[in-house]
């Protein structure tokens, strides 16, 4: 019943294809990362050799790690800020008279060219003398990533109408028992997406990080830029490649933890 | 509401006003002192007042030494903002279906859905637009494929041009768009689609009337996301477009490289901050108001 | 799936990914071009001295000015020469020691007394180079005898050139095309330079320097302006490739070691760099980087085809304009060029 009213013919189509559009060339770049020659442009023959070389590479690694650990710490700060924000925009939105003004300092980060957020960040992280290694990486990911994590907890927000919180305290639900029992649940789906773009912003990022890193602090993006400069091989393929059987690990193995739970 | 009421606006805000305030708006203040500074000889400002960096951005002193009107820059603005607007268009249309879909999927399928569209880009930006230009290079897979089944003759042009930079402008920030709309959707009271549907409202009725105007703030809020980033972008027309067509992007990262005029980079960001903030500022009056008609 | 899984699996991946290796000791940070890195070397050097290298990698001649400033704490770098005067200048750079400037007398004629610091006071040359011309002899019959023809293309031609969007570097084979010095600072001059640019324009297929070296190996464009290296490089995948020294000349550059004023391991960063310049280190080196070592007797020791490349033997009787730093009204005249040009 449900289901056949909603199907739109076509839009089942469009998101399949939006899916192939979103991985063809990840399927390219993982075929070229078997590829023997040096070059990606040119196909030569089967080798697993640039999987060898960037296991082999201890640089590469260190960069990889403190992408994922300034990815993670960005993601989860970020949604921290962002999801008692968003709350608050959405409870006073009949009083709150700067409301506006507060909605437009969260997305003026998005709209300065990044190259100047790097030239400005570093300026002052100079000025106060900030030097927490890694931690100046992530402070400055943090501030971009917010946007990113507010925008569709915010979208997700405008849809629930304010009377379902006030059902729930209505039956003497304590703050904490509303938060954690009614508000977090329904704005899950705003939470996961919003973090996942913080994170995707956060991982690949190179502009801005490329400007604030410490000395001994590179990321994965900065290595990437140099390599491309130096000829991509198949190495940079093979460590996408990595990369994505590791997410590819990530997502099936919290959906079976998932299963086991619910079964 | 009892939760908020113990818990005040200001105090949900306050995490959010400390990490902007302390590391982002201090910066901003930055950036506008540095426009109204002179370029350093190195790069870098030098401490001295000056306006010639709003000055450059509409006149410009020719070899010749005379100050003229110079519509160049204004060009670059307008083409940038012409192609981010081309870009989130593109992106609803592809989004928006996408988006729906996932929204409609079975609970447990919904956040794989996520993982989905968003996995593709762990992978560098850069390496993923290095893999279109294998795509569609005269010798790549799409003119390859159709060379090798007779379909044409001459390989097409299909990359260092417009259409190369829409498609990898659409690549770049397709997720942007379909993430807002999902978890505006997701929520969706699928009960009144049905309600409408009883009443024999068609499906794409039913769609223009009821569904798009509820996904409406996830839609605005995925055009921003997509929208704004976009007309910053230069990597697309960079290593797409060929690089014959300049970009605000490319403009400003310009003049803190080459030019090491940082007062005109501050300058040209200060503005585009100025008019995309004013027009935002527009179009949420705009919408107040035709709210208030309802 | 529920989100407390994925953290937790998150969580899980992360602690096992295997952590890097954090050596006890002493801590070298370098901070050189994205191209110039040597794994192996850097651990050869680990192994004699005990002193840990730290890698980190700029790619722009501006990001490492702005870092310096910025005071960031790196102990070796290496700018190109035409920074090399703005480096000094704002005073982030230290004097080098007697010694290191004694390596000086290995090195080959093209970078002794370089006219940015020719007293070796700051900075040692570590690598040169040139900006040619790579000709794809399949695509076409020229022979880029002329950086005039490269510019000046004949009418109804298919947009077939690529050019460098490093704007010091098309300037300077802009004006070489033109016979006038590098940095000219006329308004004639840079009338002319704009010309040329703007007639050629409807003849390039691309501005750029990302990826240009896979656009050569895949045999996309007839006429590239090209550094020596990249030329190399993609010659060791497509044999029609050429690269040429046009009868004009050829742009030459030099990039250099140098100690930042604030480096915190000045004695690591002296073993450092008198370590990579000696000659069987820098013959690796140059071998890693495919560039051409600014130590003469390096040159002996590399492999047969890159001795023999022509990409690294500048022809005798080539004229070579090193490139300089220019004065600001010129930076700024060529950055109102190249806008105009791709506006």
């Not at chain 2, 540095?34 to 190195?42: C, I």
């Not at chain 2, 009107?69 to 940038?80: D, I, K, M, N, Q």
């Not at chain 2, 409202?201 to 996904?215: H, M, N, S």
């Not at chain 3, 700024?332 to 806008?339: C, E, G, L, T, V």
């Given at each position: 019943?449900?289901?056949?009213?909603?199907?739109?013919?076509?839009?089942?189509?469009?998101?399949?294809?939006?899916l192939?559009?979103l991985y063809?060339?990840i399927?390219?770049?993982i075929?070229?990362?078997?590829?023997?020659?040096?070059?990606?442009?040119?196909?030569?023959?089967?080798?697993?050799?640039?999987?060898?070389?960037?296991?082999?590479?201890?640089?590469?690694?260190?960069?990889?790690?403190?992408?994922l650990?300034?990815g993670c710490?960005?993601t989860f700060?970020?949604?921290?800020?962002?999801?008692?924000?968003?709350?608050?925009?959405?409870?006073?939105?009949?009083?709150?008279?700067?409301?506006?003004?507060?909605?437009?300092?969260?997305?003026?980060?998005?709209?300065?060219?990044?190259?100047?957020?790097?030239?400005?960040?570093?300026?002052?992280?100079?000025?106060?003398?900030?030097?927490?290694?890694?931690?100046?990486?992530?402070?400055?990911?943090?501030?971009?990533?917010?946007?990113?994590?507010?925008?569709?907890?915010?979208?997700?927000?405008?849809?629930?109408?304010?009377?379902?919180?006030?059902?729930?305290?209505?039956?003497?639900?304590?703050?904490?028992?509303?938060?954690?029992?009614?508000?977090v649940p329904?704005?899950m789906p705003?939470i996961f997406s919003?973090a996942m773009?913080?994170f995707i912003?956060?991982f690949?990022?190179?502009?801005?990080?490329?400007?604030?890193?410490?000395?001994?602090?590179?990321?994965?993006?900065?290595?990437?830029?140099?390599?491309?400069?130096?000829?991509?091989?198949?190495?940079?393929?093979?460590?996408?490649a990595i990369l994505l059987a590791l997410s590819m690990i990530l997502v099936l193995s919290s959906y079976l933890i998932n299963q086991k739970k619910t079964s | 509401?009892?939760?908020?009421?113990?818990?005040?606006?200001?105090?949900?805000?306050?995490?959010?006003?400390?990490?902007?305030?302390?590391?982002?708006?201090?910066?901003?203040?930055?950036?506008?002192?540095?426009?109204?500074?002179?370029?350093?000889?190195?790069?870098?400002?030098?401490?001295?007042?000056?306006?010639?960096?709003?000055?450059?951005?509409?006149?410009?002193?020719?070899?010749?030494?005379?100050?003229?009107?110079?519509?160049?820059?204004?060009?670059?603005?307008?083409?940038?903002?012409?192609?981010?607007?081309?870009?989130?268009?593109?992106?609803?249309?592809?989004?928006?279906?996408?988006?729906?879909?996932m929204?409609?999927r079975p609970p447990e399928k919904r956040n794989l859905w996520i993982m989905l569209v968003t996995i593709p880009f762990w992978?560098?930006?850069?390496?993923?637009?290095?893999?279109?230009?294998?795509?569609?290079?005269?010798?790549?897979?799409?003119?390859?494929?159709?060379?090798?089944?007779?379909?044409?003759?001459?390989?097409?042009?299909?990359?260092?041009?417009?259409?190369?930079?829409?498609?990898?402008?659409?690549?770049?920030?397709?997720?942007?768009?379909?993430l807002?709309?999902y978890?505006?959707?997701e929520?969706?009271?699928?009960?009144?689609?049905?309600?409408?549907?009883?009443?024999?409202?068609?499906?794409?009725?039913?769609?223009?009337?009821?569904?798009?105007?509820?996904?409406?703030?996830?839609?605005?809020?995925?055009?921003?996301?997509?929208?704004?980033?976009?007309?910053?972008?230069?990597?697309?027309?960079?290593?797409?477009?060929?690089?014959?067509?300049?970009?605000?992007?490319?403009?400003?990262?310009?003049?803190?490289?080459?030019?090491?005029?940082?007062?005109?980079?501050?300058?040209?960001?200060?503005?585009?901050?100025?008019?995309?903030?004013?027009?935002?500022?527009?179009?949420?009056?705009?919408?107040?108001?035709?709210?208030?008609?309802? | 799936m529920k989100i407390k899984s994925f953290i937790i699996a998150a969580l899980a991946i992360i602690f096992l990914c295997p952590?890097?290796?954090?050596?006890?000791?002493?801590?070298?940070?370098?901070?050189?071009?994205?191209?110039?890195?040597?794994?192996?070397?850097?651990?050869?050097?680990?192994?004699?001295?005990?002193?840990?290298?730290?890698?980190?990698?700029?790619?722009?001649?501006?990001?490492?000015?702005?870092?310096?400033?910025?005071?960031?704490?790196?102990?070796?770098?290496?700018?190109?020469?035409?920074?090399?005067?703005?480096?000094?200048?704002?005073?982030?750079?230290?004097?080098?020691?007697?010694?290191?400037?004694?390596?000086?007398?290995?090195?080959?004629?093209?970078?002794?007394?370089?006219?940015?610091?020719?007293?070796?006071?700051?900075?040692?040359?570590?690598?040169?180079?040139?900006?040619?011309?790579?000709?794809?002899?399949?695509?076409?019959?020229?022979?880029?005898?002329?950086?005039?023809?490269?510019?000046?293309?004949?009418?109804?031609?298919?947009?077939?050139?690529?050019?460098?969007?490093?704007?010091?570097?098309?300037?300077?084979?802009?004006?070489?095309?033109?016979?006038?010095?590098?940095?000219?600072?006329?308004?004639?001059?840079?009338?002319?330079?704009?010309?040329?640019?703007?007639?050629?324009?409807?003849?390039?297929?691309?501005?750029?320097?990302?990826?240009?070296?896979?656009?050569?190996?895949?045999?996309?464009?007839?006429?590239?302006?090209?550094?020596?290296?990249?030329?190399?490089?993609?010659?060791?995948?497509?044999?029609?490739?050429?690269?040429?020294?046009?009868?004009?000349?050829?742009?030459?550059?030099?990039?250099?070691?140098?100690?930042?004023?604030?480096?915190?391991?000045?004695?690591?960063?002296?073993?450092?760099?008198?370590?990579?310049?000696?000659?069987?280190?820098?013959?690796?080196?140059?071998?890693?980087?495919?560039?051409?070592?600014?130590?003469?007797?390096?040159?002996?020791?590399?492999?047969?085809?890159?001795?023999?490349?022509?990409?690294?033997?500048?022809?005798?009787?080539?004229?070579?304009?090193?490139?300089?730093?220019?004065?600001?009204?010129?930076?700024?005249?060529?950055?109102?060029?190249?806008?105009?040009?791709?506006?």
């Open positions: 019943m449900a289901a056949a009213s909603l199907k739109i013919p076509g839009f089942g189509g469009t998101a399949w294809a939006g192939a559009f063809a060339p399927v390219i770049l075929v070229f990362s078997f590829n023997s020659s040096k070059l990606i442009t040119v196909w030569e023959g089967f080798s697993t050799d640039w999987y060898r070389a960037a296991l082999d590479n201890d640089d590469l690694q260190r960069a990889a790690i403190n992408s650990i300034v710490g960005a700060f970020s949604t921290l800020i962002a999801l008692p924000t968003a709350l608050a925009m959405h409870s006073r939105r009949k009083k709150f008279r700067s409301q506006q003004a507060v909605h437009s300092l969260i997305m003026l980060p998005l709209l300065i060219p990044e190259v100047v957020i790097a030239i400005a960040s570093l300026s002052f992280f100079t000025a106060i003398g900030l030097s927490l290694d890694i931690g100046n990486i992530l402070i400055a990911h943090i501030v971009f990533c917010i946007p990113f994590a507010y925008s569709p907890l915010h979208a997700r927000l405008e849809t629930i109408p304010p009377s379902l919180f006030e059902a729930a305290s209505d039956l003497y639900a304590g703050p904490w028992l509303v938060f954690r029992h009614v508000t329904l704005l705003g919003g773009l913080a912003t956060s690949d990022d190179f502009i801005i990080t490329e400007m604030v890193a410490p000395p001994g602090a590179m990321t994965l993006p900065v290595y990437i830029y140099s390599m491309v400069r130096r000829g991509i091989t198949p190495e940079i393929n093979a460590i996408s | 509401m009892r939760f908020l009421k113990l818990s005040p606006a200001y105090l949900l805000l306050l995490p959010f006003f400390i990490i902007m305030g302390v590391f982002f708006v201090m910066p901003l203040f930055l950036i506008v002192a540095y426009s109204f500074m002179a370029a350093g000889p190195y790069g870098g400002v030098v401490h001295q007042f000056s306006l010639d960096a709003y000055l450059q951005i509409l006149f410009e002193k020719d070899f010749d030494g005379n100050l003229h009107f110079s519509p160049a820059y204004l060009e670059v603005f307008l083409r940038s903002v012409k192609l981010a607007g081309v870009c989130t268009l593109l992106c609803v249309l592809a989004g928006f279906p996408t988006a729906y879909h929204a409609t992978t560098n930006l850069l390496i993923r637009t290095y893999a279109w230009m294998l795509v569609l290079r005269n010798e790549g897979l799409v003119n390859n494929f159709l060379l090798y089944f007779g379909i044409i003759k001459e390989p097409l042009p299909l990359l260092y041009n417009g259409f190369a930079v829409g498609l990898g402008l659409l690549y770049s920030y397709l997720p942007f768009m379909i807002p709309i978890s505006s959707l929520r969706m009271d699928w009960r009144l689609t049905e309600a409408a549907a009883d009443l024999y409202a068609g499906r794409w009725q039913t769609l223009f009337r009821v569904t798009i105007p509820l996904a409406m703030p996830g839609i605005i809020a995925g055009s921003v996301l997509v929208f704004i980033p976009a007309i910053g972008s230069f990597l697309a027309s960079d290593l797409l477009g060929g690089g014959k067509q300049m970009m605000l992007g490319n403009l400003i990262q310009l003049q803190f490289g080459f030019s090491r005029n940082w007062p005109f980079g501050a300058a040209a960001s200060v503005i585009l901050m100025a008019i995309v903030m004013l027009g935002m500022m527009l179009m949420a009056r705009k919408a107040k108001d035709v709210k208030g008609l309802v | 952590t890097a290796a954090h050596a006890a000791g002493k801590k070298l940070y370098i901070y050189i071009w994205d191209t110039y890195t040597a794994p192996k070397l850097f651990k050869k050097f680990e192994k004699e001295t005990g002193i840990k290298v730290v890698t980190d990698v700029y790619s722009s001649n501006d990001t490492l000015m702005a870092k310096l400033k910025a005071g960031g704490a790196y102990d070796v770098v290496a700018p190109s020469g035409n920074y090399v005067p703005f480096l000094v200048a704002e005073k982030l750079l230290q004097q080098l020691p007697d010694d290191l400037k004694a390596i000086a007398k290995d090195m080959t004629k093209s970078v002794q007394k370089p006219d940015y610091d020719p007293e070796y006071t700051y900075v040692l040359p570590l690598f040169y180079g040139t900006t040619g011309l790579a000709v794809n002899t399949k695509l076409t019959k020229e022979t880029g005898a002329s950086w005039q023809q490269f510019f000046e293309r004949p009418a109804g031609e298919k947009p077939s050139v690529g050019v460098l969007d490093d704007i010091g570097t098309a300037m300077d084979i802009a004006s070489l095309a033109v016979k006038k010095p590098f940095c000219d600072n006329t308004p004639e001059t840079f009338k002319t330079l704009q010309a040329l640019l703007l007639k050629q324009k409807p003849f390039v297929k691309v501005y750029g320097s990302t990826g240009y070296t896979e656009r050569l190996a895949a045999g996309e464009i007839p006429l590239q302006m090209a550094w020596n290296g990249d030329a190399y490089k993609a010659r060791q995948q497509n044999k029609d490739l050429k690269y040429v020294y046009p009868a004009e000349g050829v742009e030459v550059w030099v990039d250099n070691f140098a100690i930042p004023a604030n480096a915190k391991n000045a004695d690591a960063a002296k073993a450092f760099i008198s370590f990579m310049l000696k000659p069987e280190n820098a013959a690796e080196h140059s071998i890693a980087a495919g560039m051409m070592s600014s130590i003469k007797a390096a040159n002996e020791l590399l492999p047969e085809d890159m001795k023999q490349a022509p990409e690294f033997n500048i022809p005798e009787g080539t004229v070579t304009g090193v490139a300089q730093a220019c004065p600001a009204e010129v930076v700024d005249a060529y950055s109102k060029i190249w806008s105009e040009l791709t506006r």
